[in-house]
């Protein structure tokens, strides 16, 4: 059993900061991607961020450049730092992992980031 729980969400003004954070526990032997996706009220799921185990990092279009990923691999834990927020950002946020040689994906329960003044 694998557990995500994602924390850091919240109200932030436009042009703030967030930083999101997201441990994962259970039957971890190797975590091969960890990432965000969000979706926004009446649109679909989108990629926000994925980082691989050796690094390797993938952004979403809209957020290249403001937000940043990073990832403990001793934790089993990702961080999304979000910079320059702006309404269109306001979304659930959801962390999520894939382990090697496990087909699934765990996905964390999501937090809310709103941006709004």
């Known amino acids: 059993q694998v557990q995500l729980v994602e924390s850091g969400g919240g109200l932030v003004q436009p042009g703030g900061s967030l930083r999101l954070s997201c441990a994962a526990s259970?039957?971890?032997?190797?975590?091969?991607?960890m990432g965000w996706d969000r979706q926004a009220p009446g649109r679909e799921r989108e990629l926000v961020a994925r980082i691989g185990s050796g690094g390797t990092t993938t952004y979403g279009d809209s957020v290249k450049g403001r937000f940043t990923i990073s990832r403990d691999n001793a934790k089993n834990a990702v961080s999304l730092q979000m910079n320059s927020l702006s309404a269109e950002d306001t979304a659930v946020y959801y962390c999520?992992?894939?382990?090697?040689?496990?087909?699934?994906?765990?996905w964390g329960q999501g937090t809310q980031v709103t941006v709004s003044s």
């Open positions: 999520y992992l894939r382990l090697f040689g496990d087909p699934a994906t765990y």
């Open positions: 259970g039957s971890i032997f190797s975590a091969f991607v």
